[in-house]
């Protein structure tokens, strides 16, 4: 046993780069210094009372600022508002109809250009397609779409008569989808024929026939024309959206909608199987989306800002549609990959438009640096102001890669840690405001707490330690559609009073929060636990490496075995035992991998995060679990094959 058995993770790196905020970008930021984190820490309901009448236009004020019933809140109780009319109708009236909310950009290079006035105009003719097909107040609306401003479209006009909106990814097979959509019983699915992806169609609408064949709720099906694939028709239930929109009325009032009222369900799957439809509302999400969209990323009126996630996630629903459009923000919408027609085409699409707040997740950072900084340097960068990361850990050195690569040395990084649960961003710096530590997302943001605690719920003030959240948050989940039991026990019932859900972190000398990924991910090595991230960080540290997963198998030995998966940069080469050692001096003797083994790809889930279940199951010979949420199962089918060689040790 290790001599600190007691705490949850051990901590087993320490960061000591510094990244201050320069003296010209806090000229021009929205904040410098701490007077936002000194007045929500005297007053957190107050503090976010304030942003929610700042941000939001209300039709009725609130009576109470939040109700807690453990695990149970209600956000601005009372108080009335329209998300759509939020997003849309009062950037219009302000004289702002012009200003573009998003430059789209297809994949094969085609183009729009949507301005608040064409966002408005459509939503509300959606809006009267959508009740035309009979949806009202209350009822579900399943949306499977590639990245074109359908997608955005199709989420307002829900938010504007009060139906609750179900996004499933356009990758998810019909099987996925079928049972989302039983799941939230909807009435109407909005689908396109296809979308574009790497030069091809993907078709969607063949996808959601299959689909289609046993949900029994839909009476409805709308298409959008995107990829020019043939589809059916059936006659009755499925209608084309260009037809419905020109026979549509121009006009949809935002009626006033409560503030709990549900905006959208949300599909996460769940350690059981069965995927968790997350539930968010309206008041108090769309505050703390537009605060954090706005503060995080230092939003100003001139910015062009571009999150290059899918709507189909939790980032699209957040930082694509709700917050970017609350704050009345002008956006590049992108539909395809990173690599077609070229590796460059991110920074293609950055350069022409003037990105100047650019999001994006550590997966897509790893992938850039295999492609080499060849790439980047094509292209003048100089517009960009801030960068953002999500999705998992950022390892220190795809951090520095991100900062001096496409930040030039010059944007200040902003890690933001939340999850799908949360519905915006908990953990972040503030670009103006924090100096940051590569790798590391620093503070909760004003108005959040968050503390590490110990297996027994003890509060853990340095060192490594569970992730809980301590008092509700405004974009907090309502719960888990039709199983409220399911939702207190999934995340409230670990730490006494304390929201869990999954993760593990670090605190620094400095009070820094690093995380380490997910608890289930740490490693048992004789007695030490280890976390994955910490590996697999030391592991990317070399200058050979671009991307590493790390995974704890049995061992008769030491309980488990680190056994690494790495992938190199383009055109680098260096030896297993070279990166053992390297591993040794980077962390210590006890974090040095058993075994690594090369691979050009690694298993990921759709949204990009690295699948160590998968890679576990590989390194114990077993057969693989669940792979429905992977990306491309060819990869561990090809790990599978060359972990019959058994790996050398020392
Ligand atoms: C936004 C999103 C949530 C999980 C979360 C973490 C991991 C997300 C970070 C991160 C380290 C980050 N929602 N995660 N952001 N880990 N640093 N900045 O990703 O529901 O899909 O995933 O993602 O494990 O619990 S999600």
């Not at 019932?493 to 929201?499: A, H, L, M, Q």
């Amino acid at each position: 046993m290790s001599d600190n058995s007691s705490n949850a993770i051990d901590a087993l790196q320490w960061e000591n780069r510094r990244f201050p905020p320069s003296e010209a970008f806090k000229d021009q930021a929205l904040v410098a210094g701490t007077f936002m984190y000194d007045t929500a820490a005297q007053d957190d309901l107050g503090f976010w009372a304030q942003q929610a009448a700042e941000l939001i236009d209300w039709s009725t004020d609130w009576e109470t600022i939040c109700e807690w019933n453990l695990p149970f809140a209600k956000w601005f109780v009372g108080g009335q508002l329209n998300v759509s009319y939020n997003c849309l109708d009062r950037h219009v009236l302000a004289g702002r109809g012009d200003k573009v909310a998003f430059h789209w950009v297809g994949e094969p290079g085609d183009t729009r250009t949507v301005t608040y006035s064409d966002l408005l105009a459509e939503t509300q003719r959606f809006a009267n397609v959508l009740k035309g097909l009979g949806v009202g107040r209350g009822d579900r609306v399943n949306i499977y779409l590639p990245m074109i401003p359908e997608a955005a479209v199709a989420m307002l006009a829900c938010a504007r008569i009060g139906a609750a909106h179900s996004v499933v990814f356009g990758g998810f097979s019909a099987h996925s989808l079928r049972d989302r959509i039983n799941d939230a019983e909807a009435k109407v699915l909005i689908t396109a024929d296809g979308g574009y992806r790497r030069g091809d169609v993907f078709a969607l609408k063949p996808v959601a026939d299959e689909a289609l064949e046993s949900t029994p709720s839909i009476t409805g099906v709308v298409v959008v024309r995107r990829g020019g694939n043939e589809v059916a028709m059936q006659e009755g239930r499925d209608h084309w959206y260009h037809d419905l929109m020109a026979a549509a009325d121009p006009v949809c009032a935002a009626d006033p909608m409560d503030s709990e009222q549900l905006l959208f369900l949300l599909y996460t799957s769940g350690t059981t199987g069965k995927p968790k439809g997350i539930m968010h509302t309206s008041g108090g999400y769309l505050t703390q989306v537009a605060f954090t969209h706005k503060y995080v990323f230092d939003l100003h009126d001139d910015d062009v800002y571009w999150c290059t996630a899918d709507v189909g996630w939790i980032t699209g629903h957040s930082y694509i549609v709700y917050g970017p459009l609350a704050n009345g923000a002008t956006q590049v919408m992108y539909e395809g990959v990173p690599n077609f027609p070229g590796n460059d085409r991110f920074w293609e699409i950055i350069e022409s438009y003037g990105v100047t707040k650019f999001y994006t997740a550590p997966t897509a950072i790893r992938t850039f640096m295999k492609w080499g900084i060849e790439e980047p340097a094509k292209h003048d960068l100089s517009s960009l102001k801030v960068l953002g990361s999500v999705g998992e850990p950022i390892n220190p050195e795809a951090w520095m890669w991100y900062h001096e690569h496409i930040g030039g040395g010059r944007c200040p990084i902003v890690d933001t840690w939340w999850q799908t649960e949360t519905g915006g961003i908990m953990i972040s710096p503030l670009p103006g405001a924090t100096t940051t530590k590569p790798g590391s997302a620093t503070f909760p943001l004003p108005g959040i707490g968050a503390e590490l605690v110990d297996e027994n719920g003890v509060r853990v003030d340095r060192g490594g330690g569970y992730l809980t959240l301590t008092r509700p948050w405004p974009s907090m989940l309502r719960g888990i559609w039709g199983d409220q039991e399911r939702y207190r026990e999934t995340y409230w019932s670990r730490f006494d009073g304390r929201y869990f859900a999954g993760d593990g972190a670090k605190l620094d000398d400095d009070g820094y929060l690093w995380l380490l990924g997910r608890v289930d991910d740490v490693m048992n090595v004789s007695g030490h636990r280890i976390s994955t991230t910490e590996v697999e960080s030391a592991l990317v540290a070399h200058p050979s490496v671009a991307e590493a997963a790390v995974v704890g198998a049995t061992d008769a030995t030491t309980g488990q075995a680190i056994i690494a998966y790495v992938t190199l940069r383009g055109g680098a080469e260096v030896t297993e035992q070279d990166l053992r050692n390297f591993v040794g001096e980077e962390i210590g003797h006890i974090a040095k991998p058993k075994a690594i083994y090369f691979t050009p790809d690694l298993p990921k889930t759709r949204s990009g995060k690295i699948m160590r279940r998968l890679l576990r199951d590989v390194a114990e010979g077993r057969n693989l679990g669940d792979t429905s949420t992977l990306a491309d199962a060819n990869v561990v089918t090809e790990l599978q094959r060359r972990a019959a060689d058994v790996p050398a040790e020392d």
